[in-house]
């Protein structure tokens, strides 16, 4: 922690504090990995990662059909087949992992309103 954190927890009660903690607990992966797996975007999650595990599928399946194949216009095409594959697979875990972000900023901003929160509660009560 730096200098700030300090004093900002000099300033709060016991209370505030362990309300701070409380939110300020940082998940791990799985943790941060399963709360993508419930709110709104619960469906699109879930159908993403179907789709994931099915351009996996298909990519295996394709690298088998290369390595099995002695026709040069199919190992083009299972090759282009596993590079598009692979391509999806890649996009769609960005797009899992830039959901795990967004969940994360925005427990660090309700973080932020909390102690704006508090600021400004022991504001009033000095007034």
């Not at 059909?65 to 769609?92: C, N, V």
């Amino acid at each position: 922690m730096n200098d700030l954190d300090e004093e900002i927890r000099k300033v709060l009660s016991e209370v505030e504090l362990q309300k701070l903690d409380a939110v300020a607990a940082e998940p791990g992966l799985f943790a941060m990995l399963g709360g993508v797996f419930t709110g709104k975007m619960r469906f699109w999650t879930v159908l993403m990662s179907v789709s994931t595990f099915v351009f996996f599928i298909a990519a295996v399946w394709m690298g088998w059909q290369f390595m099995h194949t002695d026709d040069t216009r199919l190992l083009g095409l299972y090759g282009f087949g596993i590079i598009i594959a692979m391509l999806a697979i890649s996009m769609l875990k960005l797009w899992l992992f830039m959901e795990m972000n967004k969940y994360a900023i925005v427990r660090e901003v309700k973080r932020v309103e909390l102690q704006i929160a508090h600021l400004s509660n022991k504001l009033d009560q000095r007034a």
